[in-house]
């Protein structure tokens, strides 16, 4: 294994924003947008080209891209599914302020999340169970799979230290508002929901995160009245992509599967938590390809691999107490194969300050937020 994968995978970044960046917002739709060269120039990414639709910054290794007209976007390679397109307006590209609030800072700067608590409590979620066989193949079901993860993750976690608290252990069928309950008795806990997928001919991996109040889930068919309703979740949103973008690299670079990106919904068992939480989708089982990998003890030992290298990495990257128990050691890491190699600092300062509307941290993001506002 390439030593970069041994330091850890991450796609957390530490980078300085600059207090001089100006911002101007556009109001399309009823929504705030800001420029993609705003963007640039307050992460210091400074090289800024278009070419055609899309629009690539990039320095010391690290990218940001986008295309008008879609909602993927990449962070160092590794694909990120907006809230919303990017757009233009008079010719500029611009993303939604939600997206840059949302996705963009809690992910280039965790370090910038406030109250972000100490790690040391890991509740794993082995989906359906019992009568609810989930999604099945030639091969096997996804209940037994899910399990089979859970338990491997589970041993590796409780070797690195971790309280390990696992929401069925056995052929059991537990309810969804069940294992809400059970995530939300422990505090200073992530909460990581093994699935695999079925649909066709898809392929690949995804990580859900909780959808952001007033923001459609990618599951349903357009906006809905409940996208406004207040999920306990929703406390957690910087926090919540973080741990996706640290799960999702993790898996991707792991086991080389297809990219589908970082996704939002609002599945129970992320919507009623109140720890931050992800669910992954490890593979199709209605696909051959993937159906025949996940059925091999060897992906499913990867697949646990990574978690506990999420985990590890999420720690890393959000603070100076959890960097210090996990050794407070530099991280490198390759996002993609043949993808750009880059430094992850651990090394942070806790500076984050309760956001505001439309998409301000509801942790963190307090220096974004006066920037966006030109406060000081």
Not at 72 to 99: A, C, H, Q, W
Not at 136 to 150: P, R
């Amino acid at each position: 294994m390439p030593r970069a994968l041994l330091l850890g995978i991450a796609l957390l970044l530490c980078i300085a924003a600059s207090s001089h960046a100006q911002w101007t917002l556009y109001k399309i739709s009823g929504r705030d947008y800001v420029p993609l060269e705003n963007v640039a120039n307050f992460y210091g990414l400074g090289h800024v080209q278009h070419v055609g639709n899309a629009t690539v910054m990039e320095l010391g290794g690290r990218s940001l891209k986008g295309s008008v007209g879609s909602v993927e976007f990449f962070i160092n390679r590794l694909k990120f599914n907006l809230s919303y397109p990017i757009t233009e307006y008079g010719g500029v590209p611009v993303i939604s302020r939600m997206d840059l609030t949302k996705v963009i800072e809690p992910v280039l700067r965790p370090q910038k999340i406030k109250n972000a608590e100490l790690v040391d409590t890991i509740v794993l979620d082995a989906g359906h169970g019992g009568h609810d066989n989930g999604a099945t193949s030639l091969y096997g079901n996804e209940k037994s799979f899910t399990l089979d993860v859970v338990n491997r993750a589970r041993m590796l976690l409780m070797q690195a230290g971790y309280r390990v608290v696992l929401t069925r252990s056995n052929d059991t069928f537990i309810p969804l508002e069940d294992r809400c309950r059970i995530a939300n008795q422990y505090a200073n806990a992530l909460f990581i929901s093994v699935h695999f997928n079925s649909g066709g001919a898809g392929t690949g991996l995804e990580t859900y995160t909780l959808a952001p109040r007033g923001v459609p889930s990618m599951m349903a068919d357009g906006p809905r009245i409940s996208d406004f309703e207040p999920c306990a979740g929703n406390i957690n949103d910087s926090e919540n992509i973080a741990l996706a973008t640290a799960t999702h690299a993790s898996l991707v670079v792991r086991s080389r599967m297809y990219d589908r990106g970082i996704k939002r919904a609002r599945f129970v068992v992320i919507r009623d938590i109140t720890i931050p939480g992800v669910l992954i989708e490890g593979g199709f089982l209605s696909n051959d390809y993937d159906a025949r990998l996940i059925a091999t003890p060897a992906y499913r030992q990867q697949m646990a691999m990574s978690i506990l290298q999420a985990v590890q990495n999420y720690r890393r990257a959000r603070g100076p107490a959890d960097a210090e128990r996990d050794g407070g050691a530099q991280l490198r890491a390759r996002v993609a194969p043949g993808g750009n190699e880059y430094a992850d600092a651990a090394r942070r300062q806790p500076d984050g300050q309760r956001g505001a509307a439309d998409g301000d941290h509801e942790r963190g993001g307090g220096e974004l937020r006066r920037a966006l506002r030109g406060g000081s």
